[in-house]
């Protein structure tokens, strides 16, 4: 087992596999954010977030999650530098600036760039409704139930145009790192053959419009609206 996973092959394989779960993972959140374009007054939102901070499922979740990402950061860096030490001679300026759309050639830039964009998604959101707090998330009742104004404190930073910009960028480099990853991940777990790898590209083309299409569309949404 030790062999297989040093071997590149393992670490593909590894990097896969939480390529899928953290899929997964977006699909959800995407799935909850729509919720704000959903209803303004927010109860709609608020009873989403408040299932999915109480959840015991979501709870144990979380920190597998969290597992998930770094697993996927560490082995695509670590595969990204191989694949440099192995290239006999890097590309050539012009070669960089006419391919730096492909997300085959540009996984790991893509990456960096999602990273970029998490970690201030975080630090607006997860951080302050875990620890630090914030005066918008003064309690609200919904359905006879206390719970966190998550709503308040999500659709005034969607009400930032320079905020919503950003998340737009983000969304429309998740779709592209998710074009190619998706394909890729069944392929390194088996699905090879040419009549599966013709249909997963085309679903993971699919899936990528419609993961940009889905963050996009709520940025937009206050920016119309608000």
Same mark, same amino acid.
């Given at each position: 087992?030790?062999?297989? #996973?040093?071997?590149?092959?393992?670490?593909?394989?590894? #990097?896969?596999?939480?390529?899928? %779960?953290?899929?997964?993972?977006?699909?959800?959140?995407?799935?909850?954010?729509?919720?704000?374009? %959903?209803?303004?007054?927010?109860?709609?939102?608020?009873?989403?977030?408040?299932?999915?901070?109480?959840?015991?499922?979501?709870?144990?979740?979380?920190? #597998?999650?969290?597992?998930?990402?770094?697993?996927?950061?560490?082995?695509?860096?670590?595969?990204?530098?191989?694949?440099?030490?192995?290239?006999?001679?890097? /590309?050539?300026?012009?070669?960089?600036?006419?391919?730096?759309?492909?997300?085959?050639?540009?996984?790991?830039?893509?990456?960096?760039?999602?990273?970029?964009?998490?970690?201030?998604?975080?630090?607006?959101?997860?951080?302050?409704?875990? %620890?630090?707090?914030?005066?918008?998330?003064?309690?609200?009742?919904?359905?006879?139930?206390?719970?966190?104004?998550? /709503?308040?404190? @999500?659709?005034?930073?969607?009400?930032?145009?320079? /905020?919503?910009?950003?998340?737009?960028?983000?969304?429309?480099?998740?779709?592209?790192?998710?074009?190619?990853?998706?394909?890729?991940?069944?392929?390194?777990?088996?699905?090879?053959?040419?009549?599966?790898?013709?249909?997963?590209?085309?679903?993971?083309?699919?899936?990528? @419009? @419609?993961?940009?299409?889905?963050?996009?569309?709520?940025?937009? /949404? %206050?920016?119309?609206?608000?």
């Amino acid at each position: 087992m030790s062999s297989f #996973m040093s071997a590149s092959i393992g670490r593909k394989f590894l #990097m896969s596999i939480t390529g899928i %779960f953290l899929i997964s993972f977006l699909l959800i959140h995407l799935t909850l954010n729509l919720f704000l374009t %959903f209803d303004d007054s927010g109860d709609l939102f608020n009873l989403a977030a408040n299932f999915m901070a109480t959840n015991p499922f979501i709870r144990i979740m979380e920190p #597998m999650l969290a597992i998930g990402f770094v697993i996927h950061i560490i082995w695509s860096g670590w595969i990204t530098l191989e694949n440099m030490r192995a290239r006999p001679q890097k /590309y050539e300026f012009g070669d960089q600036l006419l391919s730096w759309w492909a997300p085959a050639k540009n996984m790991f830039l893509l990456g960096s760039m999602i990273m970029i964009f998490l970690v201030i998604h975080i630090f607006n959101f997860w951080v302050k409704m875990k %620890f630090t707090g914030d005066p918008l998330l003064a309690g609200v009742h919904v359905g006879g139930a206390e719970m966190h104004n998550a /709503y308040a404190l @999500v659709s005034n930073l969607f009400k930032n145009p320079w /905020y919503d910009l950003l998340y737009i960028v983000g969304g429309i480099l998740v779709g592209l790192h998710m074009s190619h990853g998706f394909w890729s991940a069944f392929q390194t777990i088996g699905f090879s053959n040419q009549i599966w790898l013709k249909r997963l590209k085309c679903l993971a083309i699919t899936i990528g @419009v @419609v993961f940009a299409l889905g963050f996009c569309f709520i940025p937009l /949404y %206050f920016m119309i609206k608000f």
